[in-house]
């Protein structure tokens, strides 16, 4: 059976426009968990090249012209995000739920003109799926979600990144809705950078991964691609069937920062989009 949306999405009206976003770009150069955060790190501070965003020039439906090896972004057939469909979901017993295995990490903060990233600073925490392990290099947000659920965006969307050791990328999708304040991302919030920079700023605390996430980790699976140049494919989705919330005021904070840094739904194609029994 289907787990139905434990949520509710957001009017078309919040999809402002503007904002900028680079993360898996820079995830995707890390090539072993191990190597995570200096890597991510070194990473960011030397992509700044090839200029695009999400504003009209240099945005989304141009990324593949601003450089070759951005051709994916047009002419892949594998691409995210896409338009999550109730109607079009496959349960299947031969899909297991991801297994999640977090902890209380360090983690630096960086604003890298496209997101905010937050680099985890040890490779402990890691997901498995389908008895593959990845792990967790970084995690950031689009302001509003990437994924739509039944043609509505929500609110925010959270994007874990994982490697696998053979390179392969994993990425977990938790949609945000306007709820509660959300205490396990205060400290984060608290420490928003608000200008770009190369400079990845350590929080003082670490954090509780776990606690970033909802309770219910059953989900929608399907192959997609990098949602930021160079649009690579081959990477494993999860996205969440329940939601968690940030205030109001959590989510207009990172509002002023990146009015919009999502990239628009993609073409689903031939992929079916399965769910566990
Ligand atoms: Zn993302």
């Not at 691609?225 to 959590?250: G, M």
Request: hydrophobic share 35%; proline share 6%.
């Amino acid at each position: 059976m289907n787990r139905k949306w434990q949520y509710t999405t957001l009017s078309a009206a919040v999809l402002l426009l503007a904002g900028c976003g680079q993360t898996h770009q820079a995830a995707s150069s890390v090539t072993t968990p191990g190597a995570s955060a200096s890597a991510a790190h070194s990473a960011i501070s030397t992509t700044a090249a090839p200029h695009w965003s999400y504003d009209h020039e240099h945005g989304p439906a141009h990324w593949a012209e601003l450089e070759t090896g951005f051709s994916t972004c047009r002419t892949g057939q594998q691409q995210s995000p896409i338009d999550i469909e109730d109607a079009q979901l496959v349960p299947s017993a031969t899909v297991h739920p991801v297994k999640i295995h977090y902890g209380t990490t360090p983690v630096n903060v960086i604003n890298n003109g496209h997101t905010i990233q937050v680099n985890v600073q040890n490779t402990d925490n890691y997901i498995t799926i389908e008895g593959q392990k990845y792990t967790l290099v970084q995690f950031h947000f689009h302001h509003p979600s990437e994924h739509q659920i039944d043609g509505k965006n929500a609110a925010m969307e959270l994007h874990l990144v994982h490697k696998s050791a053979d390179g392969q990328s994993a990425v977990l999708g938790v949609l945000i809705q306007p709820g509660s304040d959300n205490s396990a991302f205060r400290q984060l919030w608290e420490h928003l950078p608000d200008q770009a920079s190369e400079e990845a700023v350590p929080l003082t605390e670490p954090i509780e991964l776990s606690h970033l996430l909802p309770a219910d980790h059953h989900a929608v699976h399907y192959t997609g691609s990098l949602t930021t140049p160079p649009c690579t494919e081959h990477v494993s989705w999860t996205v969440l069937q329940q939601p968690i919330q940030l205030s109001k005021e959590q989510i207009e904070r990172f509002a002023t920062i990146f009015p919009d840094n999502h990239r628009p739904v993609q073409s689903i194609g031939s992929r079916q989009l399965y769910t566990e029994q």
